[in-house]
């Protein structure tokens, strides 16, 4: 059982709101993910980050934000909220190195009214 | 179009019936494959992992083959159960990048009916 979290696990919002999801890690892992999941949809990679203050875009565009001050979190806001937004979000981490495994959270399955 | 193909989409078994689920890749430069457990509600779990040379891996009741060469690999279900029942989820890795690009499949639902 891998020790990722992440909260809220459900989260029903108006349009305009700012968000922030949660997601922490107690593995010491450097690397951590965001993707966003639709339904019978594959993985998008929305942002990773390779450590401490480092942060990158990934291949679907978002207009999330996330950062990066501790190694074991990594939290995404959005800072206004819109029905496209709806989705399911994921964060997942893994060691450095070839070949690891990315260890992910239940999610967040996020809805924009 | 998607860089990683699975099939079917969905599949229904009974309980105590064997499946196969499909991956085809077209991602090059490989570096490997694994494949994710996905139950509802739940994040991905990996299954196994298949590098370049490796034909075949099992992991109990998880059977992961690799053809390299023809960019195809199939995971294989024996004795299903109950728990089975989750999303199966084919990731294939490649060598051209520092992240090591993660290319993601849509998924077989597996359903096993008792």
């Known amino acids: 059982e891998a020790d990722i979290y992440q909260t809220p696990r459900y989260l029903v919002i108006g349009t305009g709101k700012k968000i922030t999801l949660e997601c922490s890690q107690t593995m010491g892992h450097d690397k951590m993910y965001w993707y966003q999941q639709d339904p019978g949809m594959e993985l998008h990679l929305i942002h990773y980050s390779y450590g401490v203050n480092s942060t990158e875009k990934g291949d679907l565009s978002s207009e999330s934000t996330v950062s990066r001050i501790r190694t074991e979190h990594f939290p995404l806001t959005l800072e206004s909220a819109r029905p496209s937004h709806t989705s399911q979000y994921l964060c997942?981490?893994?060691?450095?190195?070839?070949?690891?495994?990315?260890?992910f959270g239940d999610g967040t399955r996020l809805s924009i009214l | 179009k998607n860089q990683v193909e699975q099939s079917p989409q969905s599949l229904i078994i009974l309980e105590g019936k064997n499946c196969t689920l499909q991956?085809?890749?077209?991602?090059?430069?490989?570096?490997?494959l694994r494949w994710y457990k996905q139950d509802t509600g739940r994040g991905p779990v990996s299954l196994t992992i298949m590098t370049f040379s490796e034909n075949t891996k099992s992991n109990g009741r998880y059977t992961a083959t690799l053809d390299a060469d023809t960019k195809q690999s199939s995971l294989h279900i024996t004795a299903s159960q109950l728990s089975d029942s989750a999303s199966y989820i084919c990731v294939v890795s490649d060598r051209g990048s520092t992240l090591g690009r993660l290319y993601f499949g849509r998924g077989t639902q597996l359903t096993v009916w008792p």
């Open positions: 991956c085809n890749y077209t991602v090059s430069p490989f570096s490997n």
């Open positions: 997942a981490s893994s060691s450095t190195g070839s070949g690891q495994p990315q260890h």
